[in-house]
């Protein structure tokens, strides 16, 4: 009957550990998605992945100089990966 109560609660326990969904995580991510896809731009850029005209146009910067995206990027070199 010990082992029978105590399966019961792991069982509970384990049950309300693997409930990862809450309104807090899907509102945090909300709130760094356009951080996060600055960043993302900036790092392809930086890559070489993208263009230039096209890294400007993608991030609105109203200049067509890289010196300025570059600039503009520098913030998001060494920002740390938030997902």
């Avoid at 509970?12 to 309104?23: A, D, E, I, R």
């Avoid at 991510?29 to 951080?35: A, C, M, R, V």
């Avoid at 609105?60 to 990027?73: A, F, G, P, R």
């Amino acid at each position: 009957m010990k082992h029978f109560l105590s399966l019961i609660v792991f069982a509970v326990f384990m049950s309300g550990c693997t409930k990862n969904t809450s309104p807090d995580s899907s509102l945090k991510t909300n709130l760094i998605s356009e951080t996060q896809r600055q960043r993302n731009l900036c790092l392809d850029w930086y890559a070489y992945r993208i263009e230039t005209e096209k890294a400007i146009s993608d991030l609105n910067i109203k200049t067509e100089k890289e010196s300025d995206l570059m600039v503009y990027c520098e913030f998001f070199k060494n920002v740390a990966d938030t997902n």
